[in-house]
Nanobody, 129 residues
Framework: QVQLVESGGGLVQAGGSLRLSCAAS????????MGWFRQAPGKEREFVAA?????????YYADSVKGRFTISRDNAKNTVSLQMNSLKPEDTAVYYC?????????????????????WGQGTQVTVSS
């Protein structure tokens, strides 16, 4: 069983920055692929960013956030973070941290929400124009 707890959401003006963090339980955190997903009102959940486990730490991003968001992990602290810069109103959503306890071998797999076994409760990010 893996527990995930997100923090760092809030209200920010367009062009501003926020940093989301996700704390994970479990002694094998370094093996997990970790992802961030988001869901805006009336929309489906969508992939934001992922970082693979098993020592590879490959990163993947949705086209809509490339160059603005950065995902990183700290295996010593069992945390994964999402630094969000140049925020836009369309980034407004509930952001979820997720853990994939299997081994994703391709970018398509790392971006696939169906692979993720555990999810956090979500944290609200609101970007005002």
């Amino acid at each position: 069983q893996v527990q995930l707890v997100e923090s760092g959401g809030g209200l920010v003006q367009a062009g501003g920055s926020l940093r989301l963090s996700c704390a994970a339980s479990g002694r094998t955190f370094s093996l997990y692929g970790m992802g961030w997903f988001r869901q805006a009102p009336g929309k489906e959940r969508e992939f934001v960013a992922a970082v693979t486990g098993w020592g590879a730490a490959n990163t993947y991003y949705a086209d809509s956030v490339k160059g603005r968001f950065t995902i990183s992990r700290d295996n010593a602290k069992n945390t994964v973070s999402l630094q969000m810069n140049s925020l836009k109103p369309e980034d407004t959503a509930v952001y979820y941290c997720a853990a994939d306890t299997t081994r994703a071998l391709t970018s398509a797999q790392a971006m696939d929400a169906r692979r993720y076994d555990y999810w956090g409760q979500g944290t609200q990010v609101t970007v005002s124009s």
